[in-house]
Each structure stands twice: as C-alpha cells, then as structure tokens.
C-alpha cells in the first residue's frame, strides 16, 4: 500500500514538474518574442494630461465630427455612462461631460464613429467576475451630442455573440478595441494565454436582435490589445498593444503601435505593415487626429501623439 502511494505520489509530482517546466518555456518564449525586436522603445512625452479629475482611466478616445479640435473619451469598467469632450492637451471641451441616460457602463473599452455622426461605445470588457462569461456584451448607438449638451438620451442597445465561443477557450473572449470602416464596426479580441487577436465584424447594427458577429482574420499582436481606429477614408487601421513581461502578467515593459495599410474589404492584415514599440506607460485608448497623426492616452491620464511616418515598415 505505502508503495503504492509512493507512486501515486511521485506520478503527481512528475506531472507537477512537467507543467510548471511547460508554463516557464511559454513564459520565456513570449518574453523574448516580446523583446525580440530590433527596434528600441521610443520614449514618448506627453502633449497633455486630463484636467477633468472625473476621467480616471480613459479606456477609447475618437475624434469629434462638430469640431475636429475636440475627441471623446471615456472611462473604463464601472465608471458613470458618460462622455467626456477633451483636447489634445487635455483640456475640457466647452461641455466637460455628457451624460447619456439610457446606457449602462458596465465595461466600456472603447469608441468609434460612423460616417453620419453615429457614436457607438464598446461595452465589451469581458473579464470581470464571472470571468470571460458575459452574456450581456453590446455597443451602444447614439447621434453625437451637441457640445452645448449635458443630457443625451435614444441610445440603441446592440447586443451581440460570438459565433466560435466555448468555454473551454473563454479566455479568448475578452475585448478592448472596436474601430468604424467599410460600412460597419469591427472588433478585435485580447487573449489571455497568448498574443493573438482575432478580427470579427459587425453584419447587423440594428439592434432589434442579439447580432452574431462573423469572423474575419487574425494576427499576432506581440501582446495584448488595448485599442484601436481605422483612417477616415478607411485605407489604414491602427491597433494598439501592450506588452507584458511573462505575457500573461500584469507587468507592462512597453506598447507596440501597429498599422495596416487595407488592401481591399476586410483584408486588414494582408498588406504593407508598419509598427513601434513605444514607452509610454499602460496605452489605453488610439484614435487618428489627421492622416498622419495619432494620438493615444495611458492609464496615467496622460496623452500623447505619434506621426504615423515614425513606424517602421514590417519586411
């Protein structure tokens, strides 16, 4: 008997050993995948920082279509339903904040806007408890508000579905970027246990039912998606990611910004890329000022701007 214990034991203790071997090679090899870049991380200087005490974590920022000088914003899991008019510096827009009364901020992660004005926010944070199982992920749809505005009200709730999801692979389902192009809205997943994103697509914004979003492509971040927003004419994507160290920690050594120039359709990551590894802290939220210009914000409430010709072309 004690034998046969003995055994059970030491088989117990093999298998042990042979996973936390398994989980220190993966830890090593996303370390140096994720470090393994020619390129150094450009140290960037913020332009600006929140005056606004309220914005404690700007989670999707996008730029306004009444006054281009001016970007929406917002905050992360739990905060108010509310949109913040900013500047690049920083600085408060005429209206500092922007209810809106018909919508419920239990994880918003980012924003985008149509061509016609349309605002649509991303409630689409998937990893609080109970964790990667949410089944009351939505955007929601509003008409931009009026500066002058404190109020607004008509939100449209679309609720939506992943049509791959199990949860054996749950942690795949977390999310933190949507973006506006061809016609509709497109988000990009954050896994847990790897670095790969996943593209899916948005084939009905009408809200009348639970959409099931479709499948598009897939690509390797180099780390874990945080934001990001496609060019106004559509030909260039821009995604953000942070890097971890012993991905998956809560270690951040740098972020890498990434763009795709489109090739046609939904072929995003089919044509010339371009990327930068930057420190800037924890990158949150990305959104194109111009053709040319970027501007991002961190966890620190911090902004900053990159000009798109300081990427380096991915041979």
């Given at each position: 008997m004690q034998d046969k214990r003995f055994m059970k034991n030491k088989t117990i203790l093999r298998i042990i050993l042979v996973l936390y071997a398994a989980m220190m090679i993966a830890s090593l090899f996303a370390c140096d995948k994720a470090g393994s870049d020619e390129d150094q991380a450009l140290v960037l200087e913020p332009v600006g920082t929140f005056s606004n005490t309220n914005i404690d974590e700007s989670s999707g920022i996008?730029?306004?279509?009444?006054?281009?000088?001016?970007?929406?914003?917002?905050?992360?899991?739990?905060?108010?339903?509310?949109?913040?008019?900013?500047?690049?510096?920083?600085?408060?827009?005429?209206?500092?904040?922007?209810?809106?009364?018909?919508?419920?901020?239990?994880?918003?992660?980012?924003?985008?806007?149509?061509?016609?004005?349309?605002?649509?926010?991303?409630d689409i944070g998937n990893n609080n408890p109970p964790y990667f199982e949410r089944d009351n992920l939505c955007l929601y749809k509003i008409s931009e508000p009026d500066l002058e505005s404190s109020t607004v009200s008509g939100a449209v709730a679309i609720p939506f579905v992943y049509p791959d999801y199990s949860f054996a692979t749950r942690y795949n389902y977390d999310a933190e970027a949507i973006f506006w192009s061809d016609g509709t809205v497109y988000l990009l997943t954050k896994h847990y246990l790897?670095?790969?994103?996943?593209?899916?697509?948005?084939?009905?914004?009408?809200?009348?039912?639970?959409?099931?979003?479709?499948?598009?492509?897939?690509?390797?971040?180099?780390?874990?998606?945080?934001?990001?927003?496609?060019?106004?004419?559509?030909?260039?994507?821009?995604?953000?990611?942070?890097?971890?160290?012993?991905?998956?920690?809560?270690?951040?050594?740098?972020?890498?910004?990434?763009?795709?120039?489109v090739t046609s359709g939904d072929n995003y990551f089919n044509g010339t890329k371009y990327r930068l590894r930057i420190d800037a802290g924890q990158c949150e939220a990305i959104c194109f000022m111009d053709d040319n210009t970027l501007l991002i914000t961190n966890e620190e409430k911090q902004l900053f701007t990159v000009n798109v010709d300081q990427l380096i072309e991915i041979k």
């Open positions: 996008i730029q306004s279509s009444h006054d281009t000088s001016l970007y929406w914003t917002h905050n992360d899991s739990g905060g108010d339903a509310v949109l913040y008019s900013v500047k690049a510096d920083g600085t408060s827009g005429s209206t500092a904040a922007i209810t809106i009364s018909d919508a419920t901020n239990i994880d918003w992660e980012d924003i985008t806007m149509d061509g016609d004005g349309n605002i649509y926010v991303g790897d670095t790969m994103s996943i593209l899916y697509r948005f084939d009905d914004l009408s809200g009348s039912e639970t959409t099931t979003l479709t499948r598009i492509d897939s690509f390797d971040a180099q780390g874990s998606v945080s934001a990001a927003d496609a060019s106004a004419d559509g030909n260039r994507l821009v995604v953000l990611a942070n890097v971890y160290v012993g991905y998956p920690s809560t270690a951040i050594t740098s972020s890498i910004i990434w763009l795709f120039e």
